[in-house]
């Protein structure tokens, strides 16, 4: 057993070096999360809002309910009735990815959201009205504007204390719309 004792202070000095305490890695800043739990009708629109002005996907995505859906603007309906005819979480996302694929690697867009109107159905629903305005930052020369403006009807639901964005109904006010900017992010 005496024999034994040096052979493990050797083992033991030779492992010791395995367990030194290192410095931590900071995180790349695309891994650094965006997202605030909802627990407030205003903490998630604060995430939809930096979800667009930094187009991250998997922020905006957790946004929306499993059921979501969007009703754009009759204008932009009426020349793309089949594109917009179902709009739902999985047209939400490609419309998102194309919008970000059509942007710069560092872009940030501008968003301006007013909030004109609230009115709650239930403790667990609600409607929120906004005026908008999206400036993109998109490099797609096929695209001429890079402002769209409008209002947008928001239904907002409960589930778990977290709210998410079941509806969204958009509306022009004179120029081009978020409507027309999904229309055209989704269907190239």
Known sequence: MKKQRPIWAILLLLTSSCFNLRDPETPKPETVSEWTSPTQPEILIGNFSNAVRSLNVSVYDRCFTSSFRFLPD?????????????WSVPEER???????????GNARNVLELTKTRENFFTPDSLEQFYKYKLQTSQTDTALQSHNFTGQMRLILTRRNTEWKIARWEDSRENQTCWSDLKKYCIAR
Request: hydrophobic share 35%; net charge positive.
């Open 94 to 104: 490609d419309y998102f990815n194309g919008l970000k694929n059509k942007s710069a």
């Open 74 to 86: 009759p204008a932009t309906q009426g020349a793309s009735t089949f594109l917009f005819q179902n």
